[in-house]
């Protein structure tokens, strides 16, 4: 697999300097507005995804001082910090549809490229060619020794490319148009000109065409107007307006959010209720993704009689929105008096530590929650209770 396509390394061998600088111009405009709407997306992302904790769990246990829990979410590596390593995890599954992470002394690292032979599917495949940071490691990997993330067939950047191709002429049109009709062009009149004059050439191309281009060019200018020329603008009949080139952004960035199950107002970066957009957004996009991220993490890192035991990787995205400590405290409460939950359970949700306490990790339940079965027995304790009393009772004089 090689790492992102160069563009310019292939029209530096195909055209002369002035071919490509013609040829880029055009394809930037035309892929201008897909890569914004694909660099909005996957930064989005890859932003939520560096602030969640992946947390490690040995013998179903929370262990969150070993190595593993340490390379993920503190110091991957010597060169990065775990949010640079995530920023570039991400970028990379979703730029080439596929992302690789070795554990190299006890390092971790994404890798920029590499090749793998699948040529046997009922065995381990083999990666090689591996490269980090533009050095090829000389060591190959087998497929249980590696990371190897990979989209699924819904490949989103293709969906998006695929209906872009689509657009693309339709969007180039547009701008031309656009271009053509609001262009400023003017016509030079000149008498008495003589085709194949040298000397006229002469003057045309060295005053009178560099005096034109400093006239139109400029905001603030004087053109000089000799005897003979007369310099007149045309005027486009139909000017026309960005409605279409506006449209056509906003038809590929509608596209890349249902692609990537990001919800439209993030994407246009109008969020007016943000908790039910969070939702959304977690429930369709980052949950999805940190689940195959923990099942690779698991699968590689434990063995099947290590996870039957309870040891895996789960990617925390509990901690994604905000939380006010006084808006929740109502349903912290009811969450530690009904003993679903610890103090030090709830505690991290609202960003304190955890104590770490014998009280701190007790489960509390308060006296009201009561066995259905025992409240029916106490109910009916009552009713004889309340019989015995009224035949006990004496009866009126006579």
């Known amino acids: 697999m090689a790492r992102k396509y160069n563009l ?4 530096e061998k195909k055209m002369d300097s002035a071919e490509i600088s013609t040829v880029t111009m055009k394809t930037l405009e035309r892929m201008a507005f897909k890569e914004m709407a694909l660099h909005i997306a996957v930064s989005y992302i890859a932003n939520t995804l560096s602030k969640c904790e992946f947390k490690v769990f040995e013998k179903g246990k929370e262990d969150s001082k070993g190595l593993l829990y340490y390379l993920l979410n503190v110091n991957p590596n010597a060169n990065q910090n775990s949010s640079q390593f ?25 890798a920029d490229g590499f090749s793998v032979d699948e040529s046997k599917p009922l065995g381990e495949y083999v990666y090689s060619g591996i490269t980090v940071n533009g050095q090829q490691l000389k060591k190959k990997f087998k497929a249980s020794e590696v990371f190897h993330f990979r989209l699924d067939n819904r490949d989103v950047k293709k969906l998006v490319d695929a209906l872009y191709s689509q657009y693309g002429d339709i969007l180039a049109m547009a701008l031309q148009t656009f271009k053509a009709t609001n262009g400023r062009k003017y016509k030079l009149l000149l008498e008495n000109y003589k085709a194949g004059d040298a ?19 400029n905001d603030n200018a004087v053109y000089p107007q000799f005897k003979g020329t007369d310099l007149q603008e045309f005027v486009a009949a139909n000017r026309t307006d960005t409605a279409d080139i506006i449209a056509m952004r906003k038809e590929v960035f509608d596209t890349t959010a249902q692609a990537f199950k990001i919800p439209l107002s993030m994407m246009y970066g109008n969020i007016t209720d943000i908790k039910e957009i969070v939702k959304v957004y977690l429930s369709f996009c980052i949950d999805p993704l940190a689940d195959m991220i923990g099942e690779e993490l698991t699968r590689k890192r434990f063995t099947f009689a290590e996870w039957q035991q309870g040891s895996r990787v789960e990617v925390d995205t509990s901690c994604i929105n905000y939380v006010d400590i006084l808006e929740v405290a109502d349903k912290a409460d009811k969450a530690i008096a009904s003993g679903l939950a610890s103090i030090d359970d709830l505690r991290p949700r609202v960003r304190l530590p955890t104590l770490g306490t014998e009280f701190s990790t007790a489960h509390f339940i308060t006296k009201n929650y009561e066995l259905a079965e025992n409240m029916l027995k106490s109910l009916k304790s009552e009713e004889v209770r309340d019989d015995e009393q009224e035949v006990l009772q004496p009866g009126p004089e006579r």
Do not use: M, P, S, W
């Open 199 to 217: 000397e006229f050439n002469r003057v045309f191309e060295t005053v009178i065409k560099k005096q034109l281009q400093t006239f139109v060019q």
């Open 86 to 110: 995530i920023n570039q995890f991400v970028e990379n599954y979703f730029y080439d549809g596929e992302a690789l992470v070795i554990l190299h002394n006890d390092r971790l690292y994404c």
């Open 8 to 11: 310019f390394n292939f029209l």
